[in-house]
């Protein structure tokens, strides 16, 4: 479900990708991320919970769970070098 708000984010992330600068490029990846992120609310919860190696359901799902855990960990890695630099 993407809404209006993500829509404009997703245009800002395209922008800041044309700047071609690297602390531009990282602010619109983790927008990217988040934006992602914002459409799995529920896994993306679960996986706050409880590490991806504990799920029993389909292998779809599982597979899903993967991402979002990378997403997740990206998320962190690019707010933590970058923190500074957007506050």
Not at 31 to 38: D, F, H, K, S, T
Request: charged letters at 35%; proline letters at 1%.
């Amino acid at each position: 479900r993407s809404t209006a708000c993500d829509t404009a984010r997703l245009v800002y992330a395209d922008w800041l990708d044309e700047q071609r600068n690297e602390a531009d490029a990282a602010r619109a990846e983790f927008i990217r991320v988040q934006c992602e992120l914002a459409l799995h609310v529920k896994q993306v919860e679960w996986l706050k919970n409880m590490p991806v190696q504990s799920w029993t359901g389909s292998e779809e799902e599982g597979n899903l769970l993967k991402r979002l855990d990378r997403l997740l960990r990206r998320e962190r890695e690019l707010l933590e070098a970058n923190f500074g630099a957007w506050t």
